[in-house]
């Protein structure tokens, strides 16, 4: 999926959010503001508990609210909003929904994205002119109750990944079941005035970043194998559109700003006003005696004495983790020195709970060593401990940790040194060294070595870099897209401050392809070294006679097909085929593709594994019969041991005594659960099944219940 790397780490700092300053009218009074909100928007009336939490970080106040049924029949719904009235986050649940079933949908992706439109218009209705939906054509998840539907922002008709819109809607019910909202408010987005072209972005990426011969290792036959691409050392780099000089990409995601909350926003009862329980009240009565975040600071400072040498970089509200109505105040402390205090007090009564005080250079040392003589040591030490393999290592500066700014002419404390192996002009990441020194001792802090000793591939007979970019550039793609600000003390400035930071433009390298080129053949390859190949859902051109089209076609969108455009309906289908399409239904998590060298080795390695074969059954060209076909359902759904069972299974088909001793109660449970059916009195079973019969028994056996 596009982007899922952008996804995942927006999700895991869900609770990471800058703000800027604004007045407060006191956190009981924003709790009600929070809870009326809720209110107006979701029906919370079914639920008869109710609890709040609240979080705070830099400048932003953020409630959770969470109503549920104590009796636990109804399930329960958790609200996230913050101070101006934004929702955050939502999340419903319920607990009598049959969950993990492998029934087919009731309502369709299509249906299920209208429904998240609707909800995301009602929720954020300020933020979705600003948001585009991310297409998606990868086959769904038979196993998954769920669609996944992504929104990413767009400034200036550029796409600004960094921030999105998520929602997830029940495909049962076609209800909403989760959302999540990632914005900054206060960005100020360059314009496209004096940017470069998109080819002299290509020639900048050639000649600032680049492409290298870069070995890589396939691990997914339980063994390394290594294999050689035309890939970018440093993938964390772009071009700025307007310089052409390459800039860091690092992503730094923070959580969603809203306007205010209007007074006429609410749902009224009959008398105009919003009704709250008991439970709600006593939850913002609890809020009154919370201290001000100023109030903590300074309260903070006085009784551990901190200077005005230190700078608060954050404060942060909980709730104790103990005690769920008693809250605490954290606070970060730094000074110039990198020295930092770390204190927690009672959010109430002010209590000293606990501090911590840091200061990494407590032996007064100064720095006495440079780059160049720490990597010389470095050096020294590589050519000391693995002496034989200096001479085929490279010191590579790329995708180098990110560290604490220095004071104006102060020298850095300690440098990190990666020295990659190289074997002609192919480089070898993560095989090499990688070294820290402290530039005041000379010592080195962190070491790691790390070699592969197998064969290495040829690289004699690669395609020329020339050609490699061309691939680049017509199969990948670069595109102008916004960055937020990468500079580190971002988060230190821009929630205590509130002043707008520049989200810049850059030509980067689209995202949603590897960028792997094969030097030899030219495809692109996934991480593995497997041929990368767009994702969509099979189209056949064959079926449309078929009393099996339905059916063929709700397994394809589910990923359950066999690839190119022909499905040969009328054809008897083979032991592999069949067994591949019902250990596709099984599970998306098998790793296996038609086109892997390996196929029928790794295709039964499974199929023995989960006990539908056995070894003495292997025969991946022999056609399937119906009674087969029977054997591997009843196996695949677990019941072998009970349809094993003799004399107890009754079948009343004509040609019964046609059917093999040891198949009679898989037929009998098959037919029993209408996987198969008989005609005409019969069951046929040494009847070939085709390739259409075949998609019935697999949809059949999905929707077994």
């Known amino acids: 999926m596009k982007r899922s790397i952008s996804l995942i780490l927006s999700m895991l700092l869900l609770f990471t959010f800058i703000l800027p300053v604004s007045a407060l009218e006191g956190y009981d009074k924003e709790l009600e503001n929070a809870i009326k909100k809720a209110k107006t928007l979701f029906d919370t009336t079914q639920y008869d508990k109710f609890e709040s939490y609240i979080n705070s970080y830099s400048s932003t106040v953020e ?6 049924d104590s009796k636990e029949k109804l399930g329960g719904m958790e609200v996230t909003i913050d101070s101006d009235g934004m929702v955050r986050n939502y999340y419903k649940y319920n607990y009598n929904e049959e969950m993990g079933t492998n029934t087919f949908p009731k309502v369709s992706k299509e249906e299920g994205l209208k429904a998240a439109n609707e909800f995301l218009k009602k929720i954020n209705p300020e933020l979705y ?60 987005f360059d314009d496209k005035d004096n940017i470069i072209g998109i080819e002299a972005g290509q020639k900048a990426f050639i000649e600032k970043i680049g492409l290298k011969l870069v070995y890589k290792l396939d691990y997914s036959n339980r063994e390394y194998k290594p294999y050689v691409v035309y890939t970018s050392l440093d993938t964390n780099k772009a071009i700025d559109a307007k310089t052409g000089e390459p800039v860091s990409i690092y992503s730094y995601y923070r959580y969603a700003a809203g306007e205010e909350m209007t007074k006429d926003s609410s749902v009224a009862n009959d008398s105009g006003e919003i009704v709250l ?16 975040k100023e109030e903590a600071e300074k309260t903070a400072r006085q009784l551990l004495n901190i200077s005005t040498d230190y700078k608060l970089d954050g404060i942060n509200l909980y709730n104790d983790w103990y005690n769920k109505n008693d809250h605490t105040w954290n606070m970060y402390f730094s000074n110039k020195d990198n020295s930092n205090i770390s204190v927690t007090i009672d959010a109430k009564n002010k209590e000293l709970k606990s501090f911590y005080r840091y200061n990494p250079y407590l032996e007064k040392e100064t720095v006495k060593y440079t780059k160049d003589q720490l990597q010389k040591k470095a050096e020294d030490f590589i050519k000391k401990v693995q002496g034989d393999k200096f001479n085929i290592v490279e010191l590579v500066e790329i995708n180098e940790p990110i560290v604490r700014p220095l004071l104006e002419g102060e020298e850095p404390r300690q440098y990190y040194f990666t020295f990659t192996r190289k074997v002609k002009d192919a480089y070898f990441p993560g095989n090499g060294f990688s070294l ?3 530039a005041a001792t000379g010592e080195i802090t962190s070491y790691n070595y790390s070699w592969y000793k197998g064969q290495l591939p040829s690289t004699d007979k690669v395609m020329s870099l020339e050609k490699a970019y061309g ?19 971002y988060f230190e400035e821009y929630g205590e401050q509130g002043e707008a930071k520049n989200a810049k433009l850059v030509y980067s390298i689209k995202q949603g392809k590897p960028l792997n080129i094969d030097p030899f053949t030219g495809e692109l390859l996934y991480g593995l070294g497997r041929p990368y190949k767009e994702s969509d859902i099979s189209q056949y051109k064959d079926i449309e006679d078929s009393f099996a089209k339905m059916e063929i076609e ?41 086109e892997d060298k390996d196929f029928i080795e790794k295709l039964y390695r499974y199929l023995v ?9 292997k025969s991946p060209e022999a056609i399937v019969t119906r009674e087969e076909a029977t054997k591997f359902i009843v196996r695949a759904l677990g019941y072998d041991k009970v349809a094993s069972i003799e004399g107890i299974y009754s079948l009343s088909f004509k040609d019964a005594d046609k059917i093999t001793k040891d198949l009679k109660g898989h037929v009998a449970i098959a037919t029993g659960l209408g996987i198969l059916q008989g005609y005409d009195g019969n069951f046929n079973p040494k009847t070939n099944l085709t390739r259409e019969q075949a998609a019935v028994v697999v949809f059949n056996y999905l929707n077994v219940k």
Not at 151 to 158: A, L, Q
Request: hydrophobic residues 30%; contains cysteine; proline residues 3%.
């Open 554 to 594: 709700a397994l394809a969108k589910y990923g359950i097909s066999f690839p190119g455009d022909k499905f040969n309906p009328k054809e008897g289908i083979k032991q592999k085929d069949l067994l591949y399409l019902m250990l596709k239904a099984k599970g998306y998590y098998y790793d296996l593709s038609y």
């Open 277 to 292: 329980s008991p439970e709600e009240l006593d939850a913002i009565d609890k809020m009154k005696d919370i201290i001000s």
């Open 63 to 68: 409630y959770y609210l969470r109503w549920y």
């Open 471 to 489: 691939i680049l550039f017509r199969e990948i793609g670069m595109e102008l897209q916004y960055i937020g600000d990468s500079d580190h003390r």
């Open 436 to 438: 820290n020194l402290d």
């Open 129 to 188: 002119s600003k948001v585009k939906y991310e297409e998606n054509n990868e086959p769904l998840n038979i196993y998954d109750r769920m669609y996944y539907y992504n929104y990413y922002r767009v400034e200036n008709g550029i796409p600004f990944y960094q921030n999105n819109i998520y929602l997830s809607v029940n495909n049962k019910t076609g209800e909403v079941q989760s959302y999540g909202c990632y914005w900054d408010k206060v960005l100020k």
């Open 609 to 617: 594994r989960e006990s539908i074969i056995k070894e003495n059954e």
